[in-house]
């Protein structure tokens, strides 16, 4: 079995030089549930907070200790970055970091031929498909919306102005100021934030996710577009998952609802061999397969 920690010291890590995957995610996220399952006690699993904590430990940490594994949400990550990470996975020279193909990890259990599958479902395929589509176009506009934003807040964080380097062009303030002032990257940032921000680049960013999403149809339909890939999987999996669709007991026989409801949902579907289990579950266990057993 899979030992998940969170809070944990560098020293409780290296300890053993044992084989260790730091998610992102906390204590209550379905991330540790699902890895738990899906690589059963292949090797240990850490929540580590949000995703950039865990990519700046990759950064940090990957070269130095080889064994370390990290795996993020998809995020504002493009296709291309996403590929890359998937194609280099595991190379603790570029950081042993693997982004989702997927949102996030709840994006996986938005397949209804997946679902059905569960020995907790009490309904059709046909059922869940349609409840898919319903919630899911309820956020659509939302979704499309935030990725807008995340994407132009991801390009305001670049490092677009470099500091200055030589003492003897500021040896006043009047020549310091001016130097500041003057400084030409200011400018030319302006410039591409008021592009950036226009109306009319909002909206083209806007009508292109939109499209990407919805496939160019006008409402949401199982199969075409790539909204399973980018809607808020959380959100939508939350409601697809409910005790109307799903009866799953304790041992008690007590019925179990909300947060310990999907967790077993999630848990038991991890390992079922399907056809229909995505292909990055199976893909990822066997990445990670073998590479600990060195093959």
Excluded at 9 to 22: C, D, K, M, T
Excluded at 29 to 51: C, F, H, I, K, Y
Excluded at 141 to 159: C, G, H, P, T, Y
């Amino acid at each position: 079995m899979v030992e998940i920690r969170t809070g944990i010291r560098s020293e409780q890590v290296r300890a053993g030089g044992e084989h260790v995957l730091f998610v992102e995610g906390s204590d209550e996220s379905l991330d540790q549930v699902v890895l738990r399952a899906l690589l059963s006690n292949t090797l240990r699993v850490e929540v580590m907070g949000p995703s950039y904590s865990v990519r700046s430990a990759a950064q940090a940490l990957a070269p130095h200790h080889p064994r370390y594994y990290f795996l993020i949400d998809r995020d504002h990550y493009d296709d291309e970055f996403i590929e890359q990470s998937w194609r280099r996975f595991p190379d603790a020279n570029q950081d042993n970091l693997l982004v989702w193909r997927r949102r996030e990890i709840e994006n996986y259990f938005l397949d209804p031929p997946f679902l059905v599958k569960s020995e907790f479902c009490r309904t059709s395929m046909e059922g869940l498909t349609t409840t898919l589509e319903n919630v899911a176009q309820e956020r659509l506009f939302l979704d499309v919306a935030n990725s807008v934003i995340s994407s132009v807040r991801e390009k305001q964080k670049m490092n677009w102005v470099q500091h200055f380097a030589n003492p003897a062009d500021f040896a006043s303030k009047e020549a310091a100021v001016e130097r500041l002032i003057s400084q030409e990257a200011f400018v030319e940032r302006s410039k591409e934030v008021s592009e950036m921000l226009s109306q009319d680049e909002l909206t083209r960013w806007f009508e292109e996710r939109l499209a990407l999403m919805t496939g160019g149809r006008e409402t949401l339909t199982y199969g075409m577009g790539r909204w399973i890939e980018m809607i808020s999987g959380k959100k939508v999996l939350s409601q697809l998952l409910n005790p109307g669709r799903f009866q799953v007991k304790n041992k008690e026989g007590q019925t179990l609802t909300g947060k310990e409801m999907q967790k077993e949902i999630v848990r038991q579907l991890a390992v079922k061999n399907v056809n229909s289990r995505p292909s990055n579950l199976v893909e990822l266990r066997r990445l990670v397969l073998e590479r600990v057993e060195g093959k």
